[in-house]
Nanobody, 122 residues
């Protein structure tokens, strides 16, 4: 089992920045992908960004490319999402996720955090 706890959400004005953190514990050596997803009210949960736990290769949704950066610190078992140039449409609950499988960086996640709210005011 892997446990994930997000932090860092909050209220920010459009154009501002936030950094989300995700602390992983448990069977972290089994993780291959770590990712961030988000869910806005009345919408499905969408992929935002992913990173390979061993090698640090990154993947992004088109909607956040160039504005968001995912990174990890293996020694601390942490994953981060730096969000710059935030837009009102970025407002959502952001979830950290982990998976052990090596196929598909955007689907099939096994473990999820509880989510952290990001609110962007226009």
């Amino acid at each position: 089992q892997v446990q994930l706890v997000e932090s860092g959400g909050g209220l920010v004005q459009a154009g501002g920045s936030l950094r989300l953190s995700c602390a992983a514990s448990g069977r972290t050596p089994s993780i291959y992908f770590m990712a961030w997803f988000r869910q806005a009210p009345g919408k499905e949960r969408d992929f935002v960004a992913a990173i390979t736990w061993p090698g640090g290769r990154t993947y992004y949704a088109d909607s956040v490319k160039g504005r968001f950066t995912i990174s990890r610190d293996n020694a601390k078992n942490m994953v981060y999402l730096q969000m710059n140039s935030l837009k009102p449409e970025d407002m959502a609950v952001y979830y950290c996720a982990a998976k052990t499988g090596r196929t598909s960086y955007s689907t099939g996640y096994d473990y999820w955090g509880q989510g952290t709210q990001v609110t962007v005011s226009s």
